[in-house]
């Protein structure tokens, strides 16, 4: 189970409820194809913003109640009508995926999570309102595990994203820890990358654990929903360290164990 893209969107997860499944398949249709708008195929820049753009005019239009018999924006219509969604987290993913269109690397933590509040938050926002309990305190709580899971999916994906001449770690980090370009080019996993990546996966740990009682303190399935993203992430944590944070020669993954040890895990939140 890598962190990864939108497989943590529990599209068909067994602990969904069968009547918010459409609802869900109908948000992840509209997330996932928007994300591969910007980042799969060989499209130029130009292409993949005004793709981004046509997805754009059809939010536009779902918002001045204006029908549609688009396959994927119909059923998001409805969606949206039905539970009284806001439009402005889809608007947010827009805004992500453009940003990854035109921007490959990140002056600081503080871009970084602004990227994040954009490209991962929406997420848990959107569930919450399906699920009635977009408290504000909830909100928060979500904001923090869903940009985690974002920092995780790109402290996990160094090499993968360095393929796509995009580096996410902050820079001003990599100055810090005297880490360039050159270790991730060359796969480089020395001293400076280790004490880089320690430092990103230590403050990264921390807003998981910070934001963890969310997911005790939401009932039901939406709580064990939960309960098994946030041991998920942190057990990723936990595998970039058991490699030494050599994400260049092993990019950590979840097995079949690991599913029993994060079902012990979640049983035993408080």
């Given amino acids: 189970m890598p962190v990864n893209h939108y497989e943590n969107f529990p599209v068909a997860s067994w602990l969904l409820p069968a009547r918010l499944r459409p609802a869900v398949q109908a948000i992840y249709a509209f997330a996932r194809s928007a994300d591969d708008l910007a980042d799969e ?3 130029r820049p130009q292409e993949r913003l005004s793709a981004l753009d046509d997805y754009e ?4 239009r779902i918002e001045q109640h204006n ?3 688009d396959a994927l924006f119909n059923p998001l219509h409805k969606v949206i009508d039905q539970y009284g969604l806001p439009i402005a987290p889809f608007r947010d993913l827009l805004s992500a995926f453009r940003q990854d269109v035109v921007t490959t690397r990140y002056e600081n933590f503080e ?3 602004d990227y994040c509040r954009r490209s991962a938050n929406p997420v848990g926002c959107l569930m919450l309102h399906l699920y009635g309990a977009a408290t504000s305190q909830n909100i928060r709580d979500s904001d923090t595990i869903c ?3 974002q920092l995780i999916n790109f402290w996990q994906d160094v090499a993968i994203d360095w393929e796509k001449s995009r580096i996410y770690l902050p ?3 990599l100055q810090r820890f005297g880490v360039d370009a050159t270790h991730i080019a060359t796969s480089r996993c020395d001293a400076k990358w ?3 990546m320690r430092f990103e996966v230590g403050r990264t740990r921390k807003m998981m654990l910070d934001a963890a009682p969310l997911a005790v303190r939401l009932p039901g399935r939406i709580g064990w929903e939960l309960r098994l993203v946030v041991q998920g992430g942190l057990r990723i944590l936990e595998r970039l360290e058991s490699v030494n944070y050599d994400v260049f020669r092993h990019r950590p993954t979840l097995g079949r164990w690991d599913w029993l040890v ?3 895990r979640a049983v035993r939140m408080r």
């Avoid at 005019?57 to 536009?60: I, S």
């Fill in 194 to 196: 280790r004490n880089l």
């Fill in 111 to 113: 871009d970084l999570l």
């Fill in 262 to 264: 994060l079902a012990w």
């Fill in 41 to 43: 195929g060989d499209a």
């Fill in 147 to 149: 940009s985690a899971l």
């Fill in 67 to 69: 029908t549609t018999v």
């Fill in 171 to 173: 820079l001003d980090d």
């Fill in 57 to 60: 005019l059809a939010l536009d």
